[in-house]
């Protein structure tokens, strides 16, 4: 439905606006539900209760984002595969918006046929089977099963670094080669819930980056733009929080740092990469703009 014309144009009409202090968000995040078949131990939402959202909730927040500016949509959990509304299935949500944004994207555990109508699904792998299943529950060989099933063609593996897995990620990185479109990482953020112990070390985290920019100079399929990886090591860059806006399952629509009503904000232990890349991207980083480009681009663009 969207030309790259059309997208373009948007872009152009979102930065000038921006810049004349009409700061309006890009990039929205929509939380289905709260209910997840995991527990994993960097997670806190699937410890936390309350109804998920409703088909015409959705659609209503769908439309609120759309108005307020977004043109790039995720479907987040919980595990979103598990949401229904009656008759109603993730994929009656992703038509829908598709009809709004430029590109939809859906994030899940895997456990579940990643069989998805969405431009692009992250799965998320947090460490070879043992460090996998000992984060998130025996579920490692299940995931990939579903991983290698699938046909989606921008099927990426997102990967938390924490201080359980962070000295193999760079063999994950190779294990993961050939078997999806791409690796994106993030830190553990430290919610109140969680284990304090899981955040990596500020000289751990720079370490582990400096093996991640050395894979993707390797040619491994890391997406992190080498300006968001480079960034993360002391979280010097300049946030642009205004540009990410959040739906919560109760229908809560928040502008602003993925943390806003959720946690306490510590802006010096951010791990969001993609809070990072999209911040780097207004500024101009042109690392940053081509990963957005290439990762959010619409399987629309092409049949």
């Known amino acids: 439905m969207f030309s790259f014309r059309s997208q373009l144009a948007y872009l152009v009409r979102y930065y000038l606006a921006s810049l004349l202090g009409r700061r309006r968000p890009l990039l929205g995040g929509m939380k289905l539900t709260h209910a997840c078949n995991l527990k994993c131990r960097h997670c806190p939402f699937w410890k936390r209760k309350g109804a998920s959202l409703s088909f015409a909730a959705a659609l209503d927040a769908m439309q ?71 984060i998130r529950g025996e579920s490692f060989d299940r995931i990939m099963a579903n991983v290698a099933a699938s046909s989606h063609p921008r099927l990426y ?67 992190d ?26 229908g809560t629509l928040t502008h602003g740092c993925y943390l806003k009503g959720r946690g306490a904000i510590s802006c010096e232990r951010c791990g969001f990469s993609a809070h990072t890349e999209i911040s780097l991207a207004y500024a101009g980083a042109v690392g940053a703009i081509f990963t957005g480009c290439k990762v959010f681009g619409s399987r629309r663009e092409e049949k």
């Open 225 to 250: 733009s080498y300006a968001c990886l480079r960034a993360l090591k002391d979280n010097r860059w300049r946030c642009q929080p205004w540009m990410i806006a959040s739906v919560d399952p109760d």
């Open 64 to 134: 609120a984002l759309h108005d307020r500016g977004v043109r790039l949509l995720i479907f987040e959990g919980g595990e979103p595969f598990l949401w229904q509304d009656g008759r109603y299935r993730l994929a009656d949500l992703v038509v829908r918006a598709r009809e709004l944004f430029f590109s939809v994207g859906v994030t899940t555990n895997g456990t579940f046929p990643i069989d998805s109508n969405a431009d692009i699904v992250w799965v998320s792998i947090d460490g070879l089977k043992a460090t996998h299943d000992r």
């Open 157 to 223: 593996a997102h990967v938390t670094i924490n201080s359980l897995n962070a000295g193999e990620i760079p063999a994950l990185v190779r294990f993961l080669a050939g078997k999806v479109a791409g690796v994106t990482v993030q830190f553990h953020y430290p919610y109140e819930e969680l284990d304090e112990s899981l955040l990596l070390p500020p000289p751990r985290r720079a370490a582990v980056l400096d093996e991640l920019i050395a894979l993707k100079k390797a040619g491994l399929p890391l997406a």
